[in-house]
């Protein structure tokens, strides 16, 4: 008799010692959910029972399921109706449906597959047809269910950039969308930091590429161990980096802006060779990306100015809400300064452990 093993087809697929391939059995007669069921024993199936639409409904509901054998004729919902009910349910996910009739017209066949059955059983059938049709279910959904791992695995390399891991330019514009619209519908600021490493043509100039290369990894880590939790970081271009702050103030802007950059000044990501950063801050009330970006871009291009490895806060913004009085940049200098010389002594070695973008 064919098994779940007879088609090279080990348990669906999966390892041994795993679960058995669960099979839901819709039918309204005794008699026949007691035949599947025995048949699907032997082979090596697991099987739940319903016997009717509403009870299929509730137990694929439940989750947990590989497979459906579904009669078209039952007492209060046909199949066709508890099919369509499955896809509402769970419209995302595959689990292949066979449906099991003794009306086998091209009509019903076509209505079904239309509906999205996997495939179709005519009644009366032979038990090796019923095993040959599940195992084929369970060899679609086995490869089904591959490339939607792949597909998601090929998503997140693609909002991951591959010199330092952290993520990508793409990635940060979506968060930068969500993030502002964060700001219009709940009424609270978000922050942003533009980093840039100082002076980092001349390592490439005079160390060479790879050193250069292990800057960038470097400065991503620190970066990557010195934000929370909740805020996220992503490369945003050449030796720039973007850090969005959710739910923050500009004094807790600017402190996280001040740790961050001691952090990098206090480490050398090779003997005898220290880099800095400049970072420049700003702060958006009303949810407006551009204005966020383009702010923080003005405060970092001060901060080249002003001499490099320091913090800037776009005055404008501040000024515009009322944070700071005009001709009062001397108020975020003190945050800055008070931020930095709280900070713990920095500890001088190899490259700190990076998270996960995830995390």
Known sequence: MTGPGSNGIDRAGEPPGSRLPRVLVVDDDPGMRSVIRRTLKKAGFASVEAADGREAVATFRAGNLDVVLLDVGLPDLDGYEVLRSFRLE????????????????????AEGLAI??????????????LLARVNSALRVKSLHDAL????????????IDGLTGIHNRRHMDEVLKSRAAAVRRHGEPAGALLVDIDHFKAVNDTRGHSV???????????????????????????????????????????????????????????PGLSVTVSIGGAVTFDGDAQALIDAADRALYAAKNGGRDRVVMDEASLVLRGVIG??????????????????????????????SPGG
């Open 326 to 355: 005009l001709g009062s940049p001397v108020v975020f200098d003190q945050v800055v300064q008070s931020a930095e010389a709280a900070l713990r002594r920095p500890v001088r070695g190899p490259i700190p452990r990076r998270r």
């Open 90 to 109: 769970a419209p995302d996910s595959y689990i292949p449906v066979i449906m099991v009739t003794g009306r086998g017209s091209p009509q019903d066949v």
């Open 148 to 159: 939607v791992e792949k597909a998601a695995e090929l998503e997140k390399l693609g909002r």
């Open 212 to 270: 250069g290369d292990d800057v960038l990894r470097f400065v991503a880590a620190i970066l990557s161990d010195g934000i929370r939790s909740e805020d996220d970081l992503g490369r945003w271009g050449g030796e720039e980096f973007l850090v969005l702050l959710p739910a923050t103030g500009a004094t807790g802007v600017a402190t996280l802006a001040a740790r961050l950059r001691a952090a990098v000044a206090a480490s050398e990501p090779h």
């Open 116 to 129: 999205g059955a996997q495939d179709y059983l005519a009644k009366p059938f032979h038990p090796e047809e």
